[in-house]
């Protein structure tokens, strides 16, 4: 699976859109991106994920570049609920690759 | 959310002890797995099974043990604890999709001390 490079920490205005890259610069064909996030000491929350087209839910947008070498989510209006961190995970979705590789994430501070 | 339980929450016990920690799940997924999550280092998985009675290692697998004897139960088992086993231990679950394996659910985690 191919390795992510995020930034370690960001602060985020509330009300205003979080913006979180994350880079994979060795990622294949076949290899999809993956967004989860971590609020404080619970389990990690599915967020979206990705092949090359951007994904939009009721979360967030993923917005993938053409080359696919990076990708940034998106929080369209932050909340104070929505500190966490966030981890960008690169995978392979079939031929026995269940495992993903989390990274340390990026650690997203919602400012009042 | 997806109907996962992990017990005990909280554990503490002495080093040399087994130690057994169980995740339970509600909707049927064939793939479990277990990770454990320490400071400075994000999860890391410690083993995963893809059906009854099949597990694999993940990158953290040395002095684990799991068990899988039906689809809803995923026992993760220290036979002698260490305290660098001190952790918070998630599992998580998913399922498989016409070949594609879909996003992870994860548990609420179970924080464990050996003192």
């Known amino acids: 699976d191919a390795k992510t490079t995020q930034p370690t920490s960001m602060d985020c205005a509330e009300g205003r859109a979080a913006n979180l890259p994350c880079n994979h610069s060795?990622?294949?064909?076949?290899?999809?991106v993956y967004w989860y996030r971590q609020i404080h000491s619970q389990g990690p929350q599915y967020i979206i994920h990705?092949?090359?087209n951007n994904e939009t839910n009721e979360m967030a947008s993923l917005i993938i570049t053409e080359d696919r070498k990076s990708s940034t989510l998106i929080l369209p209006h932050a909340t104070l609920r929505d500190t966490a961190v966030y981890y960008c995970?690169?995978?392979?979705?079939?031929?026995?690759?269940?495992?993903?590789?989390f990274g340390t994430g990026t650690r997203l501070k919602v400012l009042a | 959310d997806a109907g996962i339980t992990q017990s005990p929450r909280h554990k503490v016990t002495e080093t040399g002890t087994p130690v057994t920690l169980r995740c339970h799940q509600t909707?049927?997924?064939?793939?479990m797995y277990w990770y454990r999550q320490d400071p400075g280092h994000g999860l890391r998985l410690i083993h995963y099974?893809?059906?009854?009675?099949?597990?694999d290692k993940g990158e953290v697998s040395d002095g684990y043990s799991v068990s899988r004897s039906k689809t809803e139960d995923f026992l993760l088992t220290l036979e002698s604890a260490t305290s660098s086993q001190t952790s918070v231990y998630f599992c998580?679950?998913?399922?498989?999709?016409?070949?594609?394996?879909?996003?992870?659910?994860f548990g609420p985690g179970t924080r464990l001390t050996v003192l």
């Open positions: 990705g092949l090359k």
């Open positions: 909707e049927n997924h064939r793939y």
């Open positions: 995970i690169v995978r392979g979705v079939t031929s026995g690759t269940y495992k993903y590789i």
């Open positions: 998580a679950i998913s399922e498989a999709t016409s070949g594609v394996y879909n996003e992870q659910f």
């Open positions: 099974s893809y059906g009854v009675k099949d597990t």
């Open positions: 060795t990622i294949s064909g076949n290899e999809y």
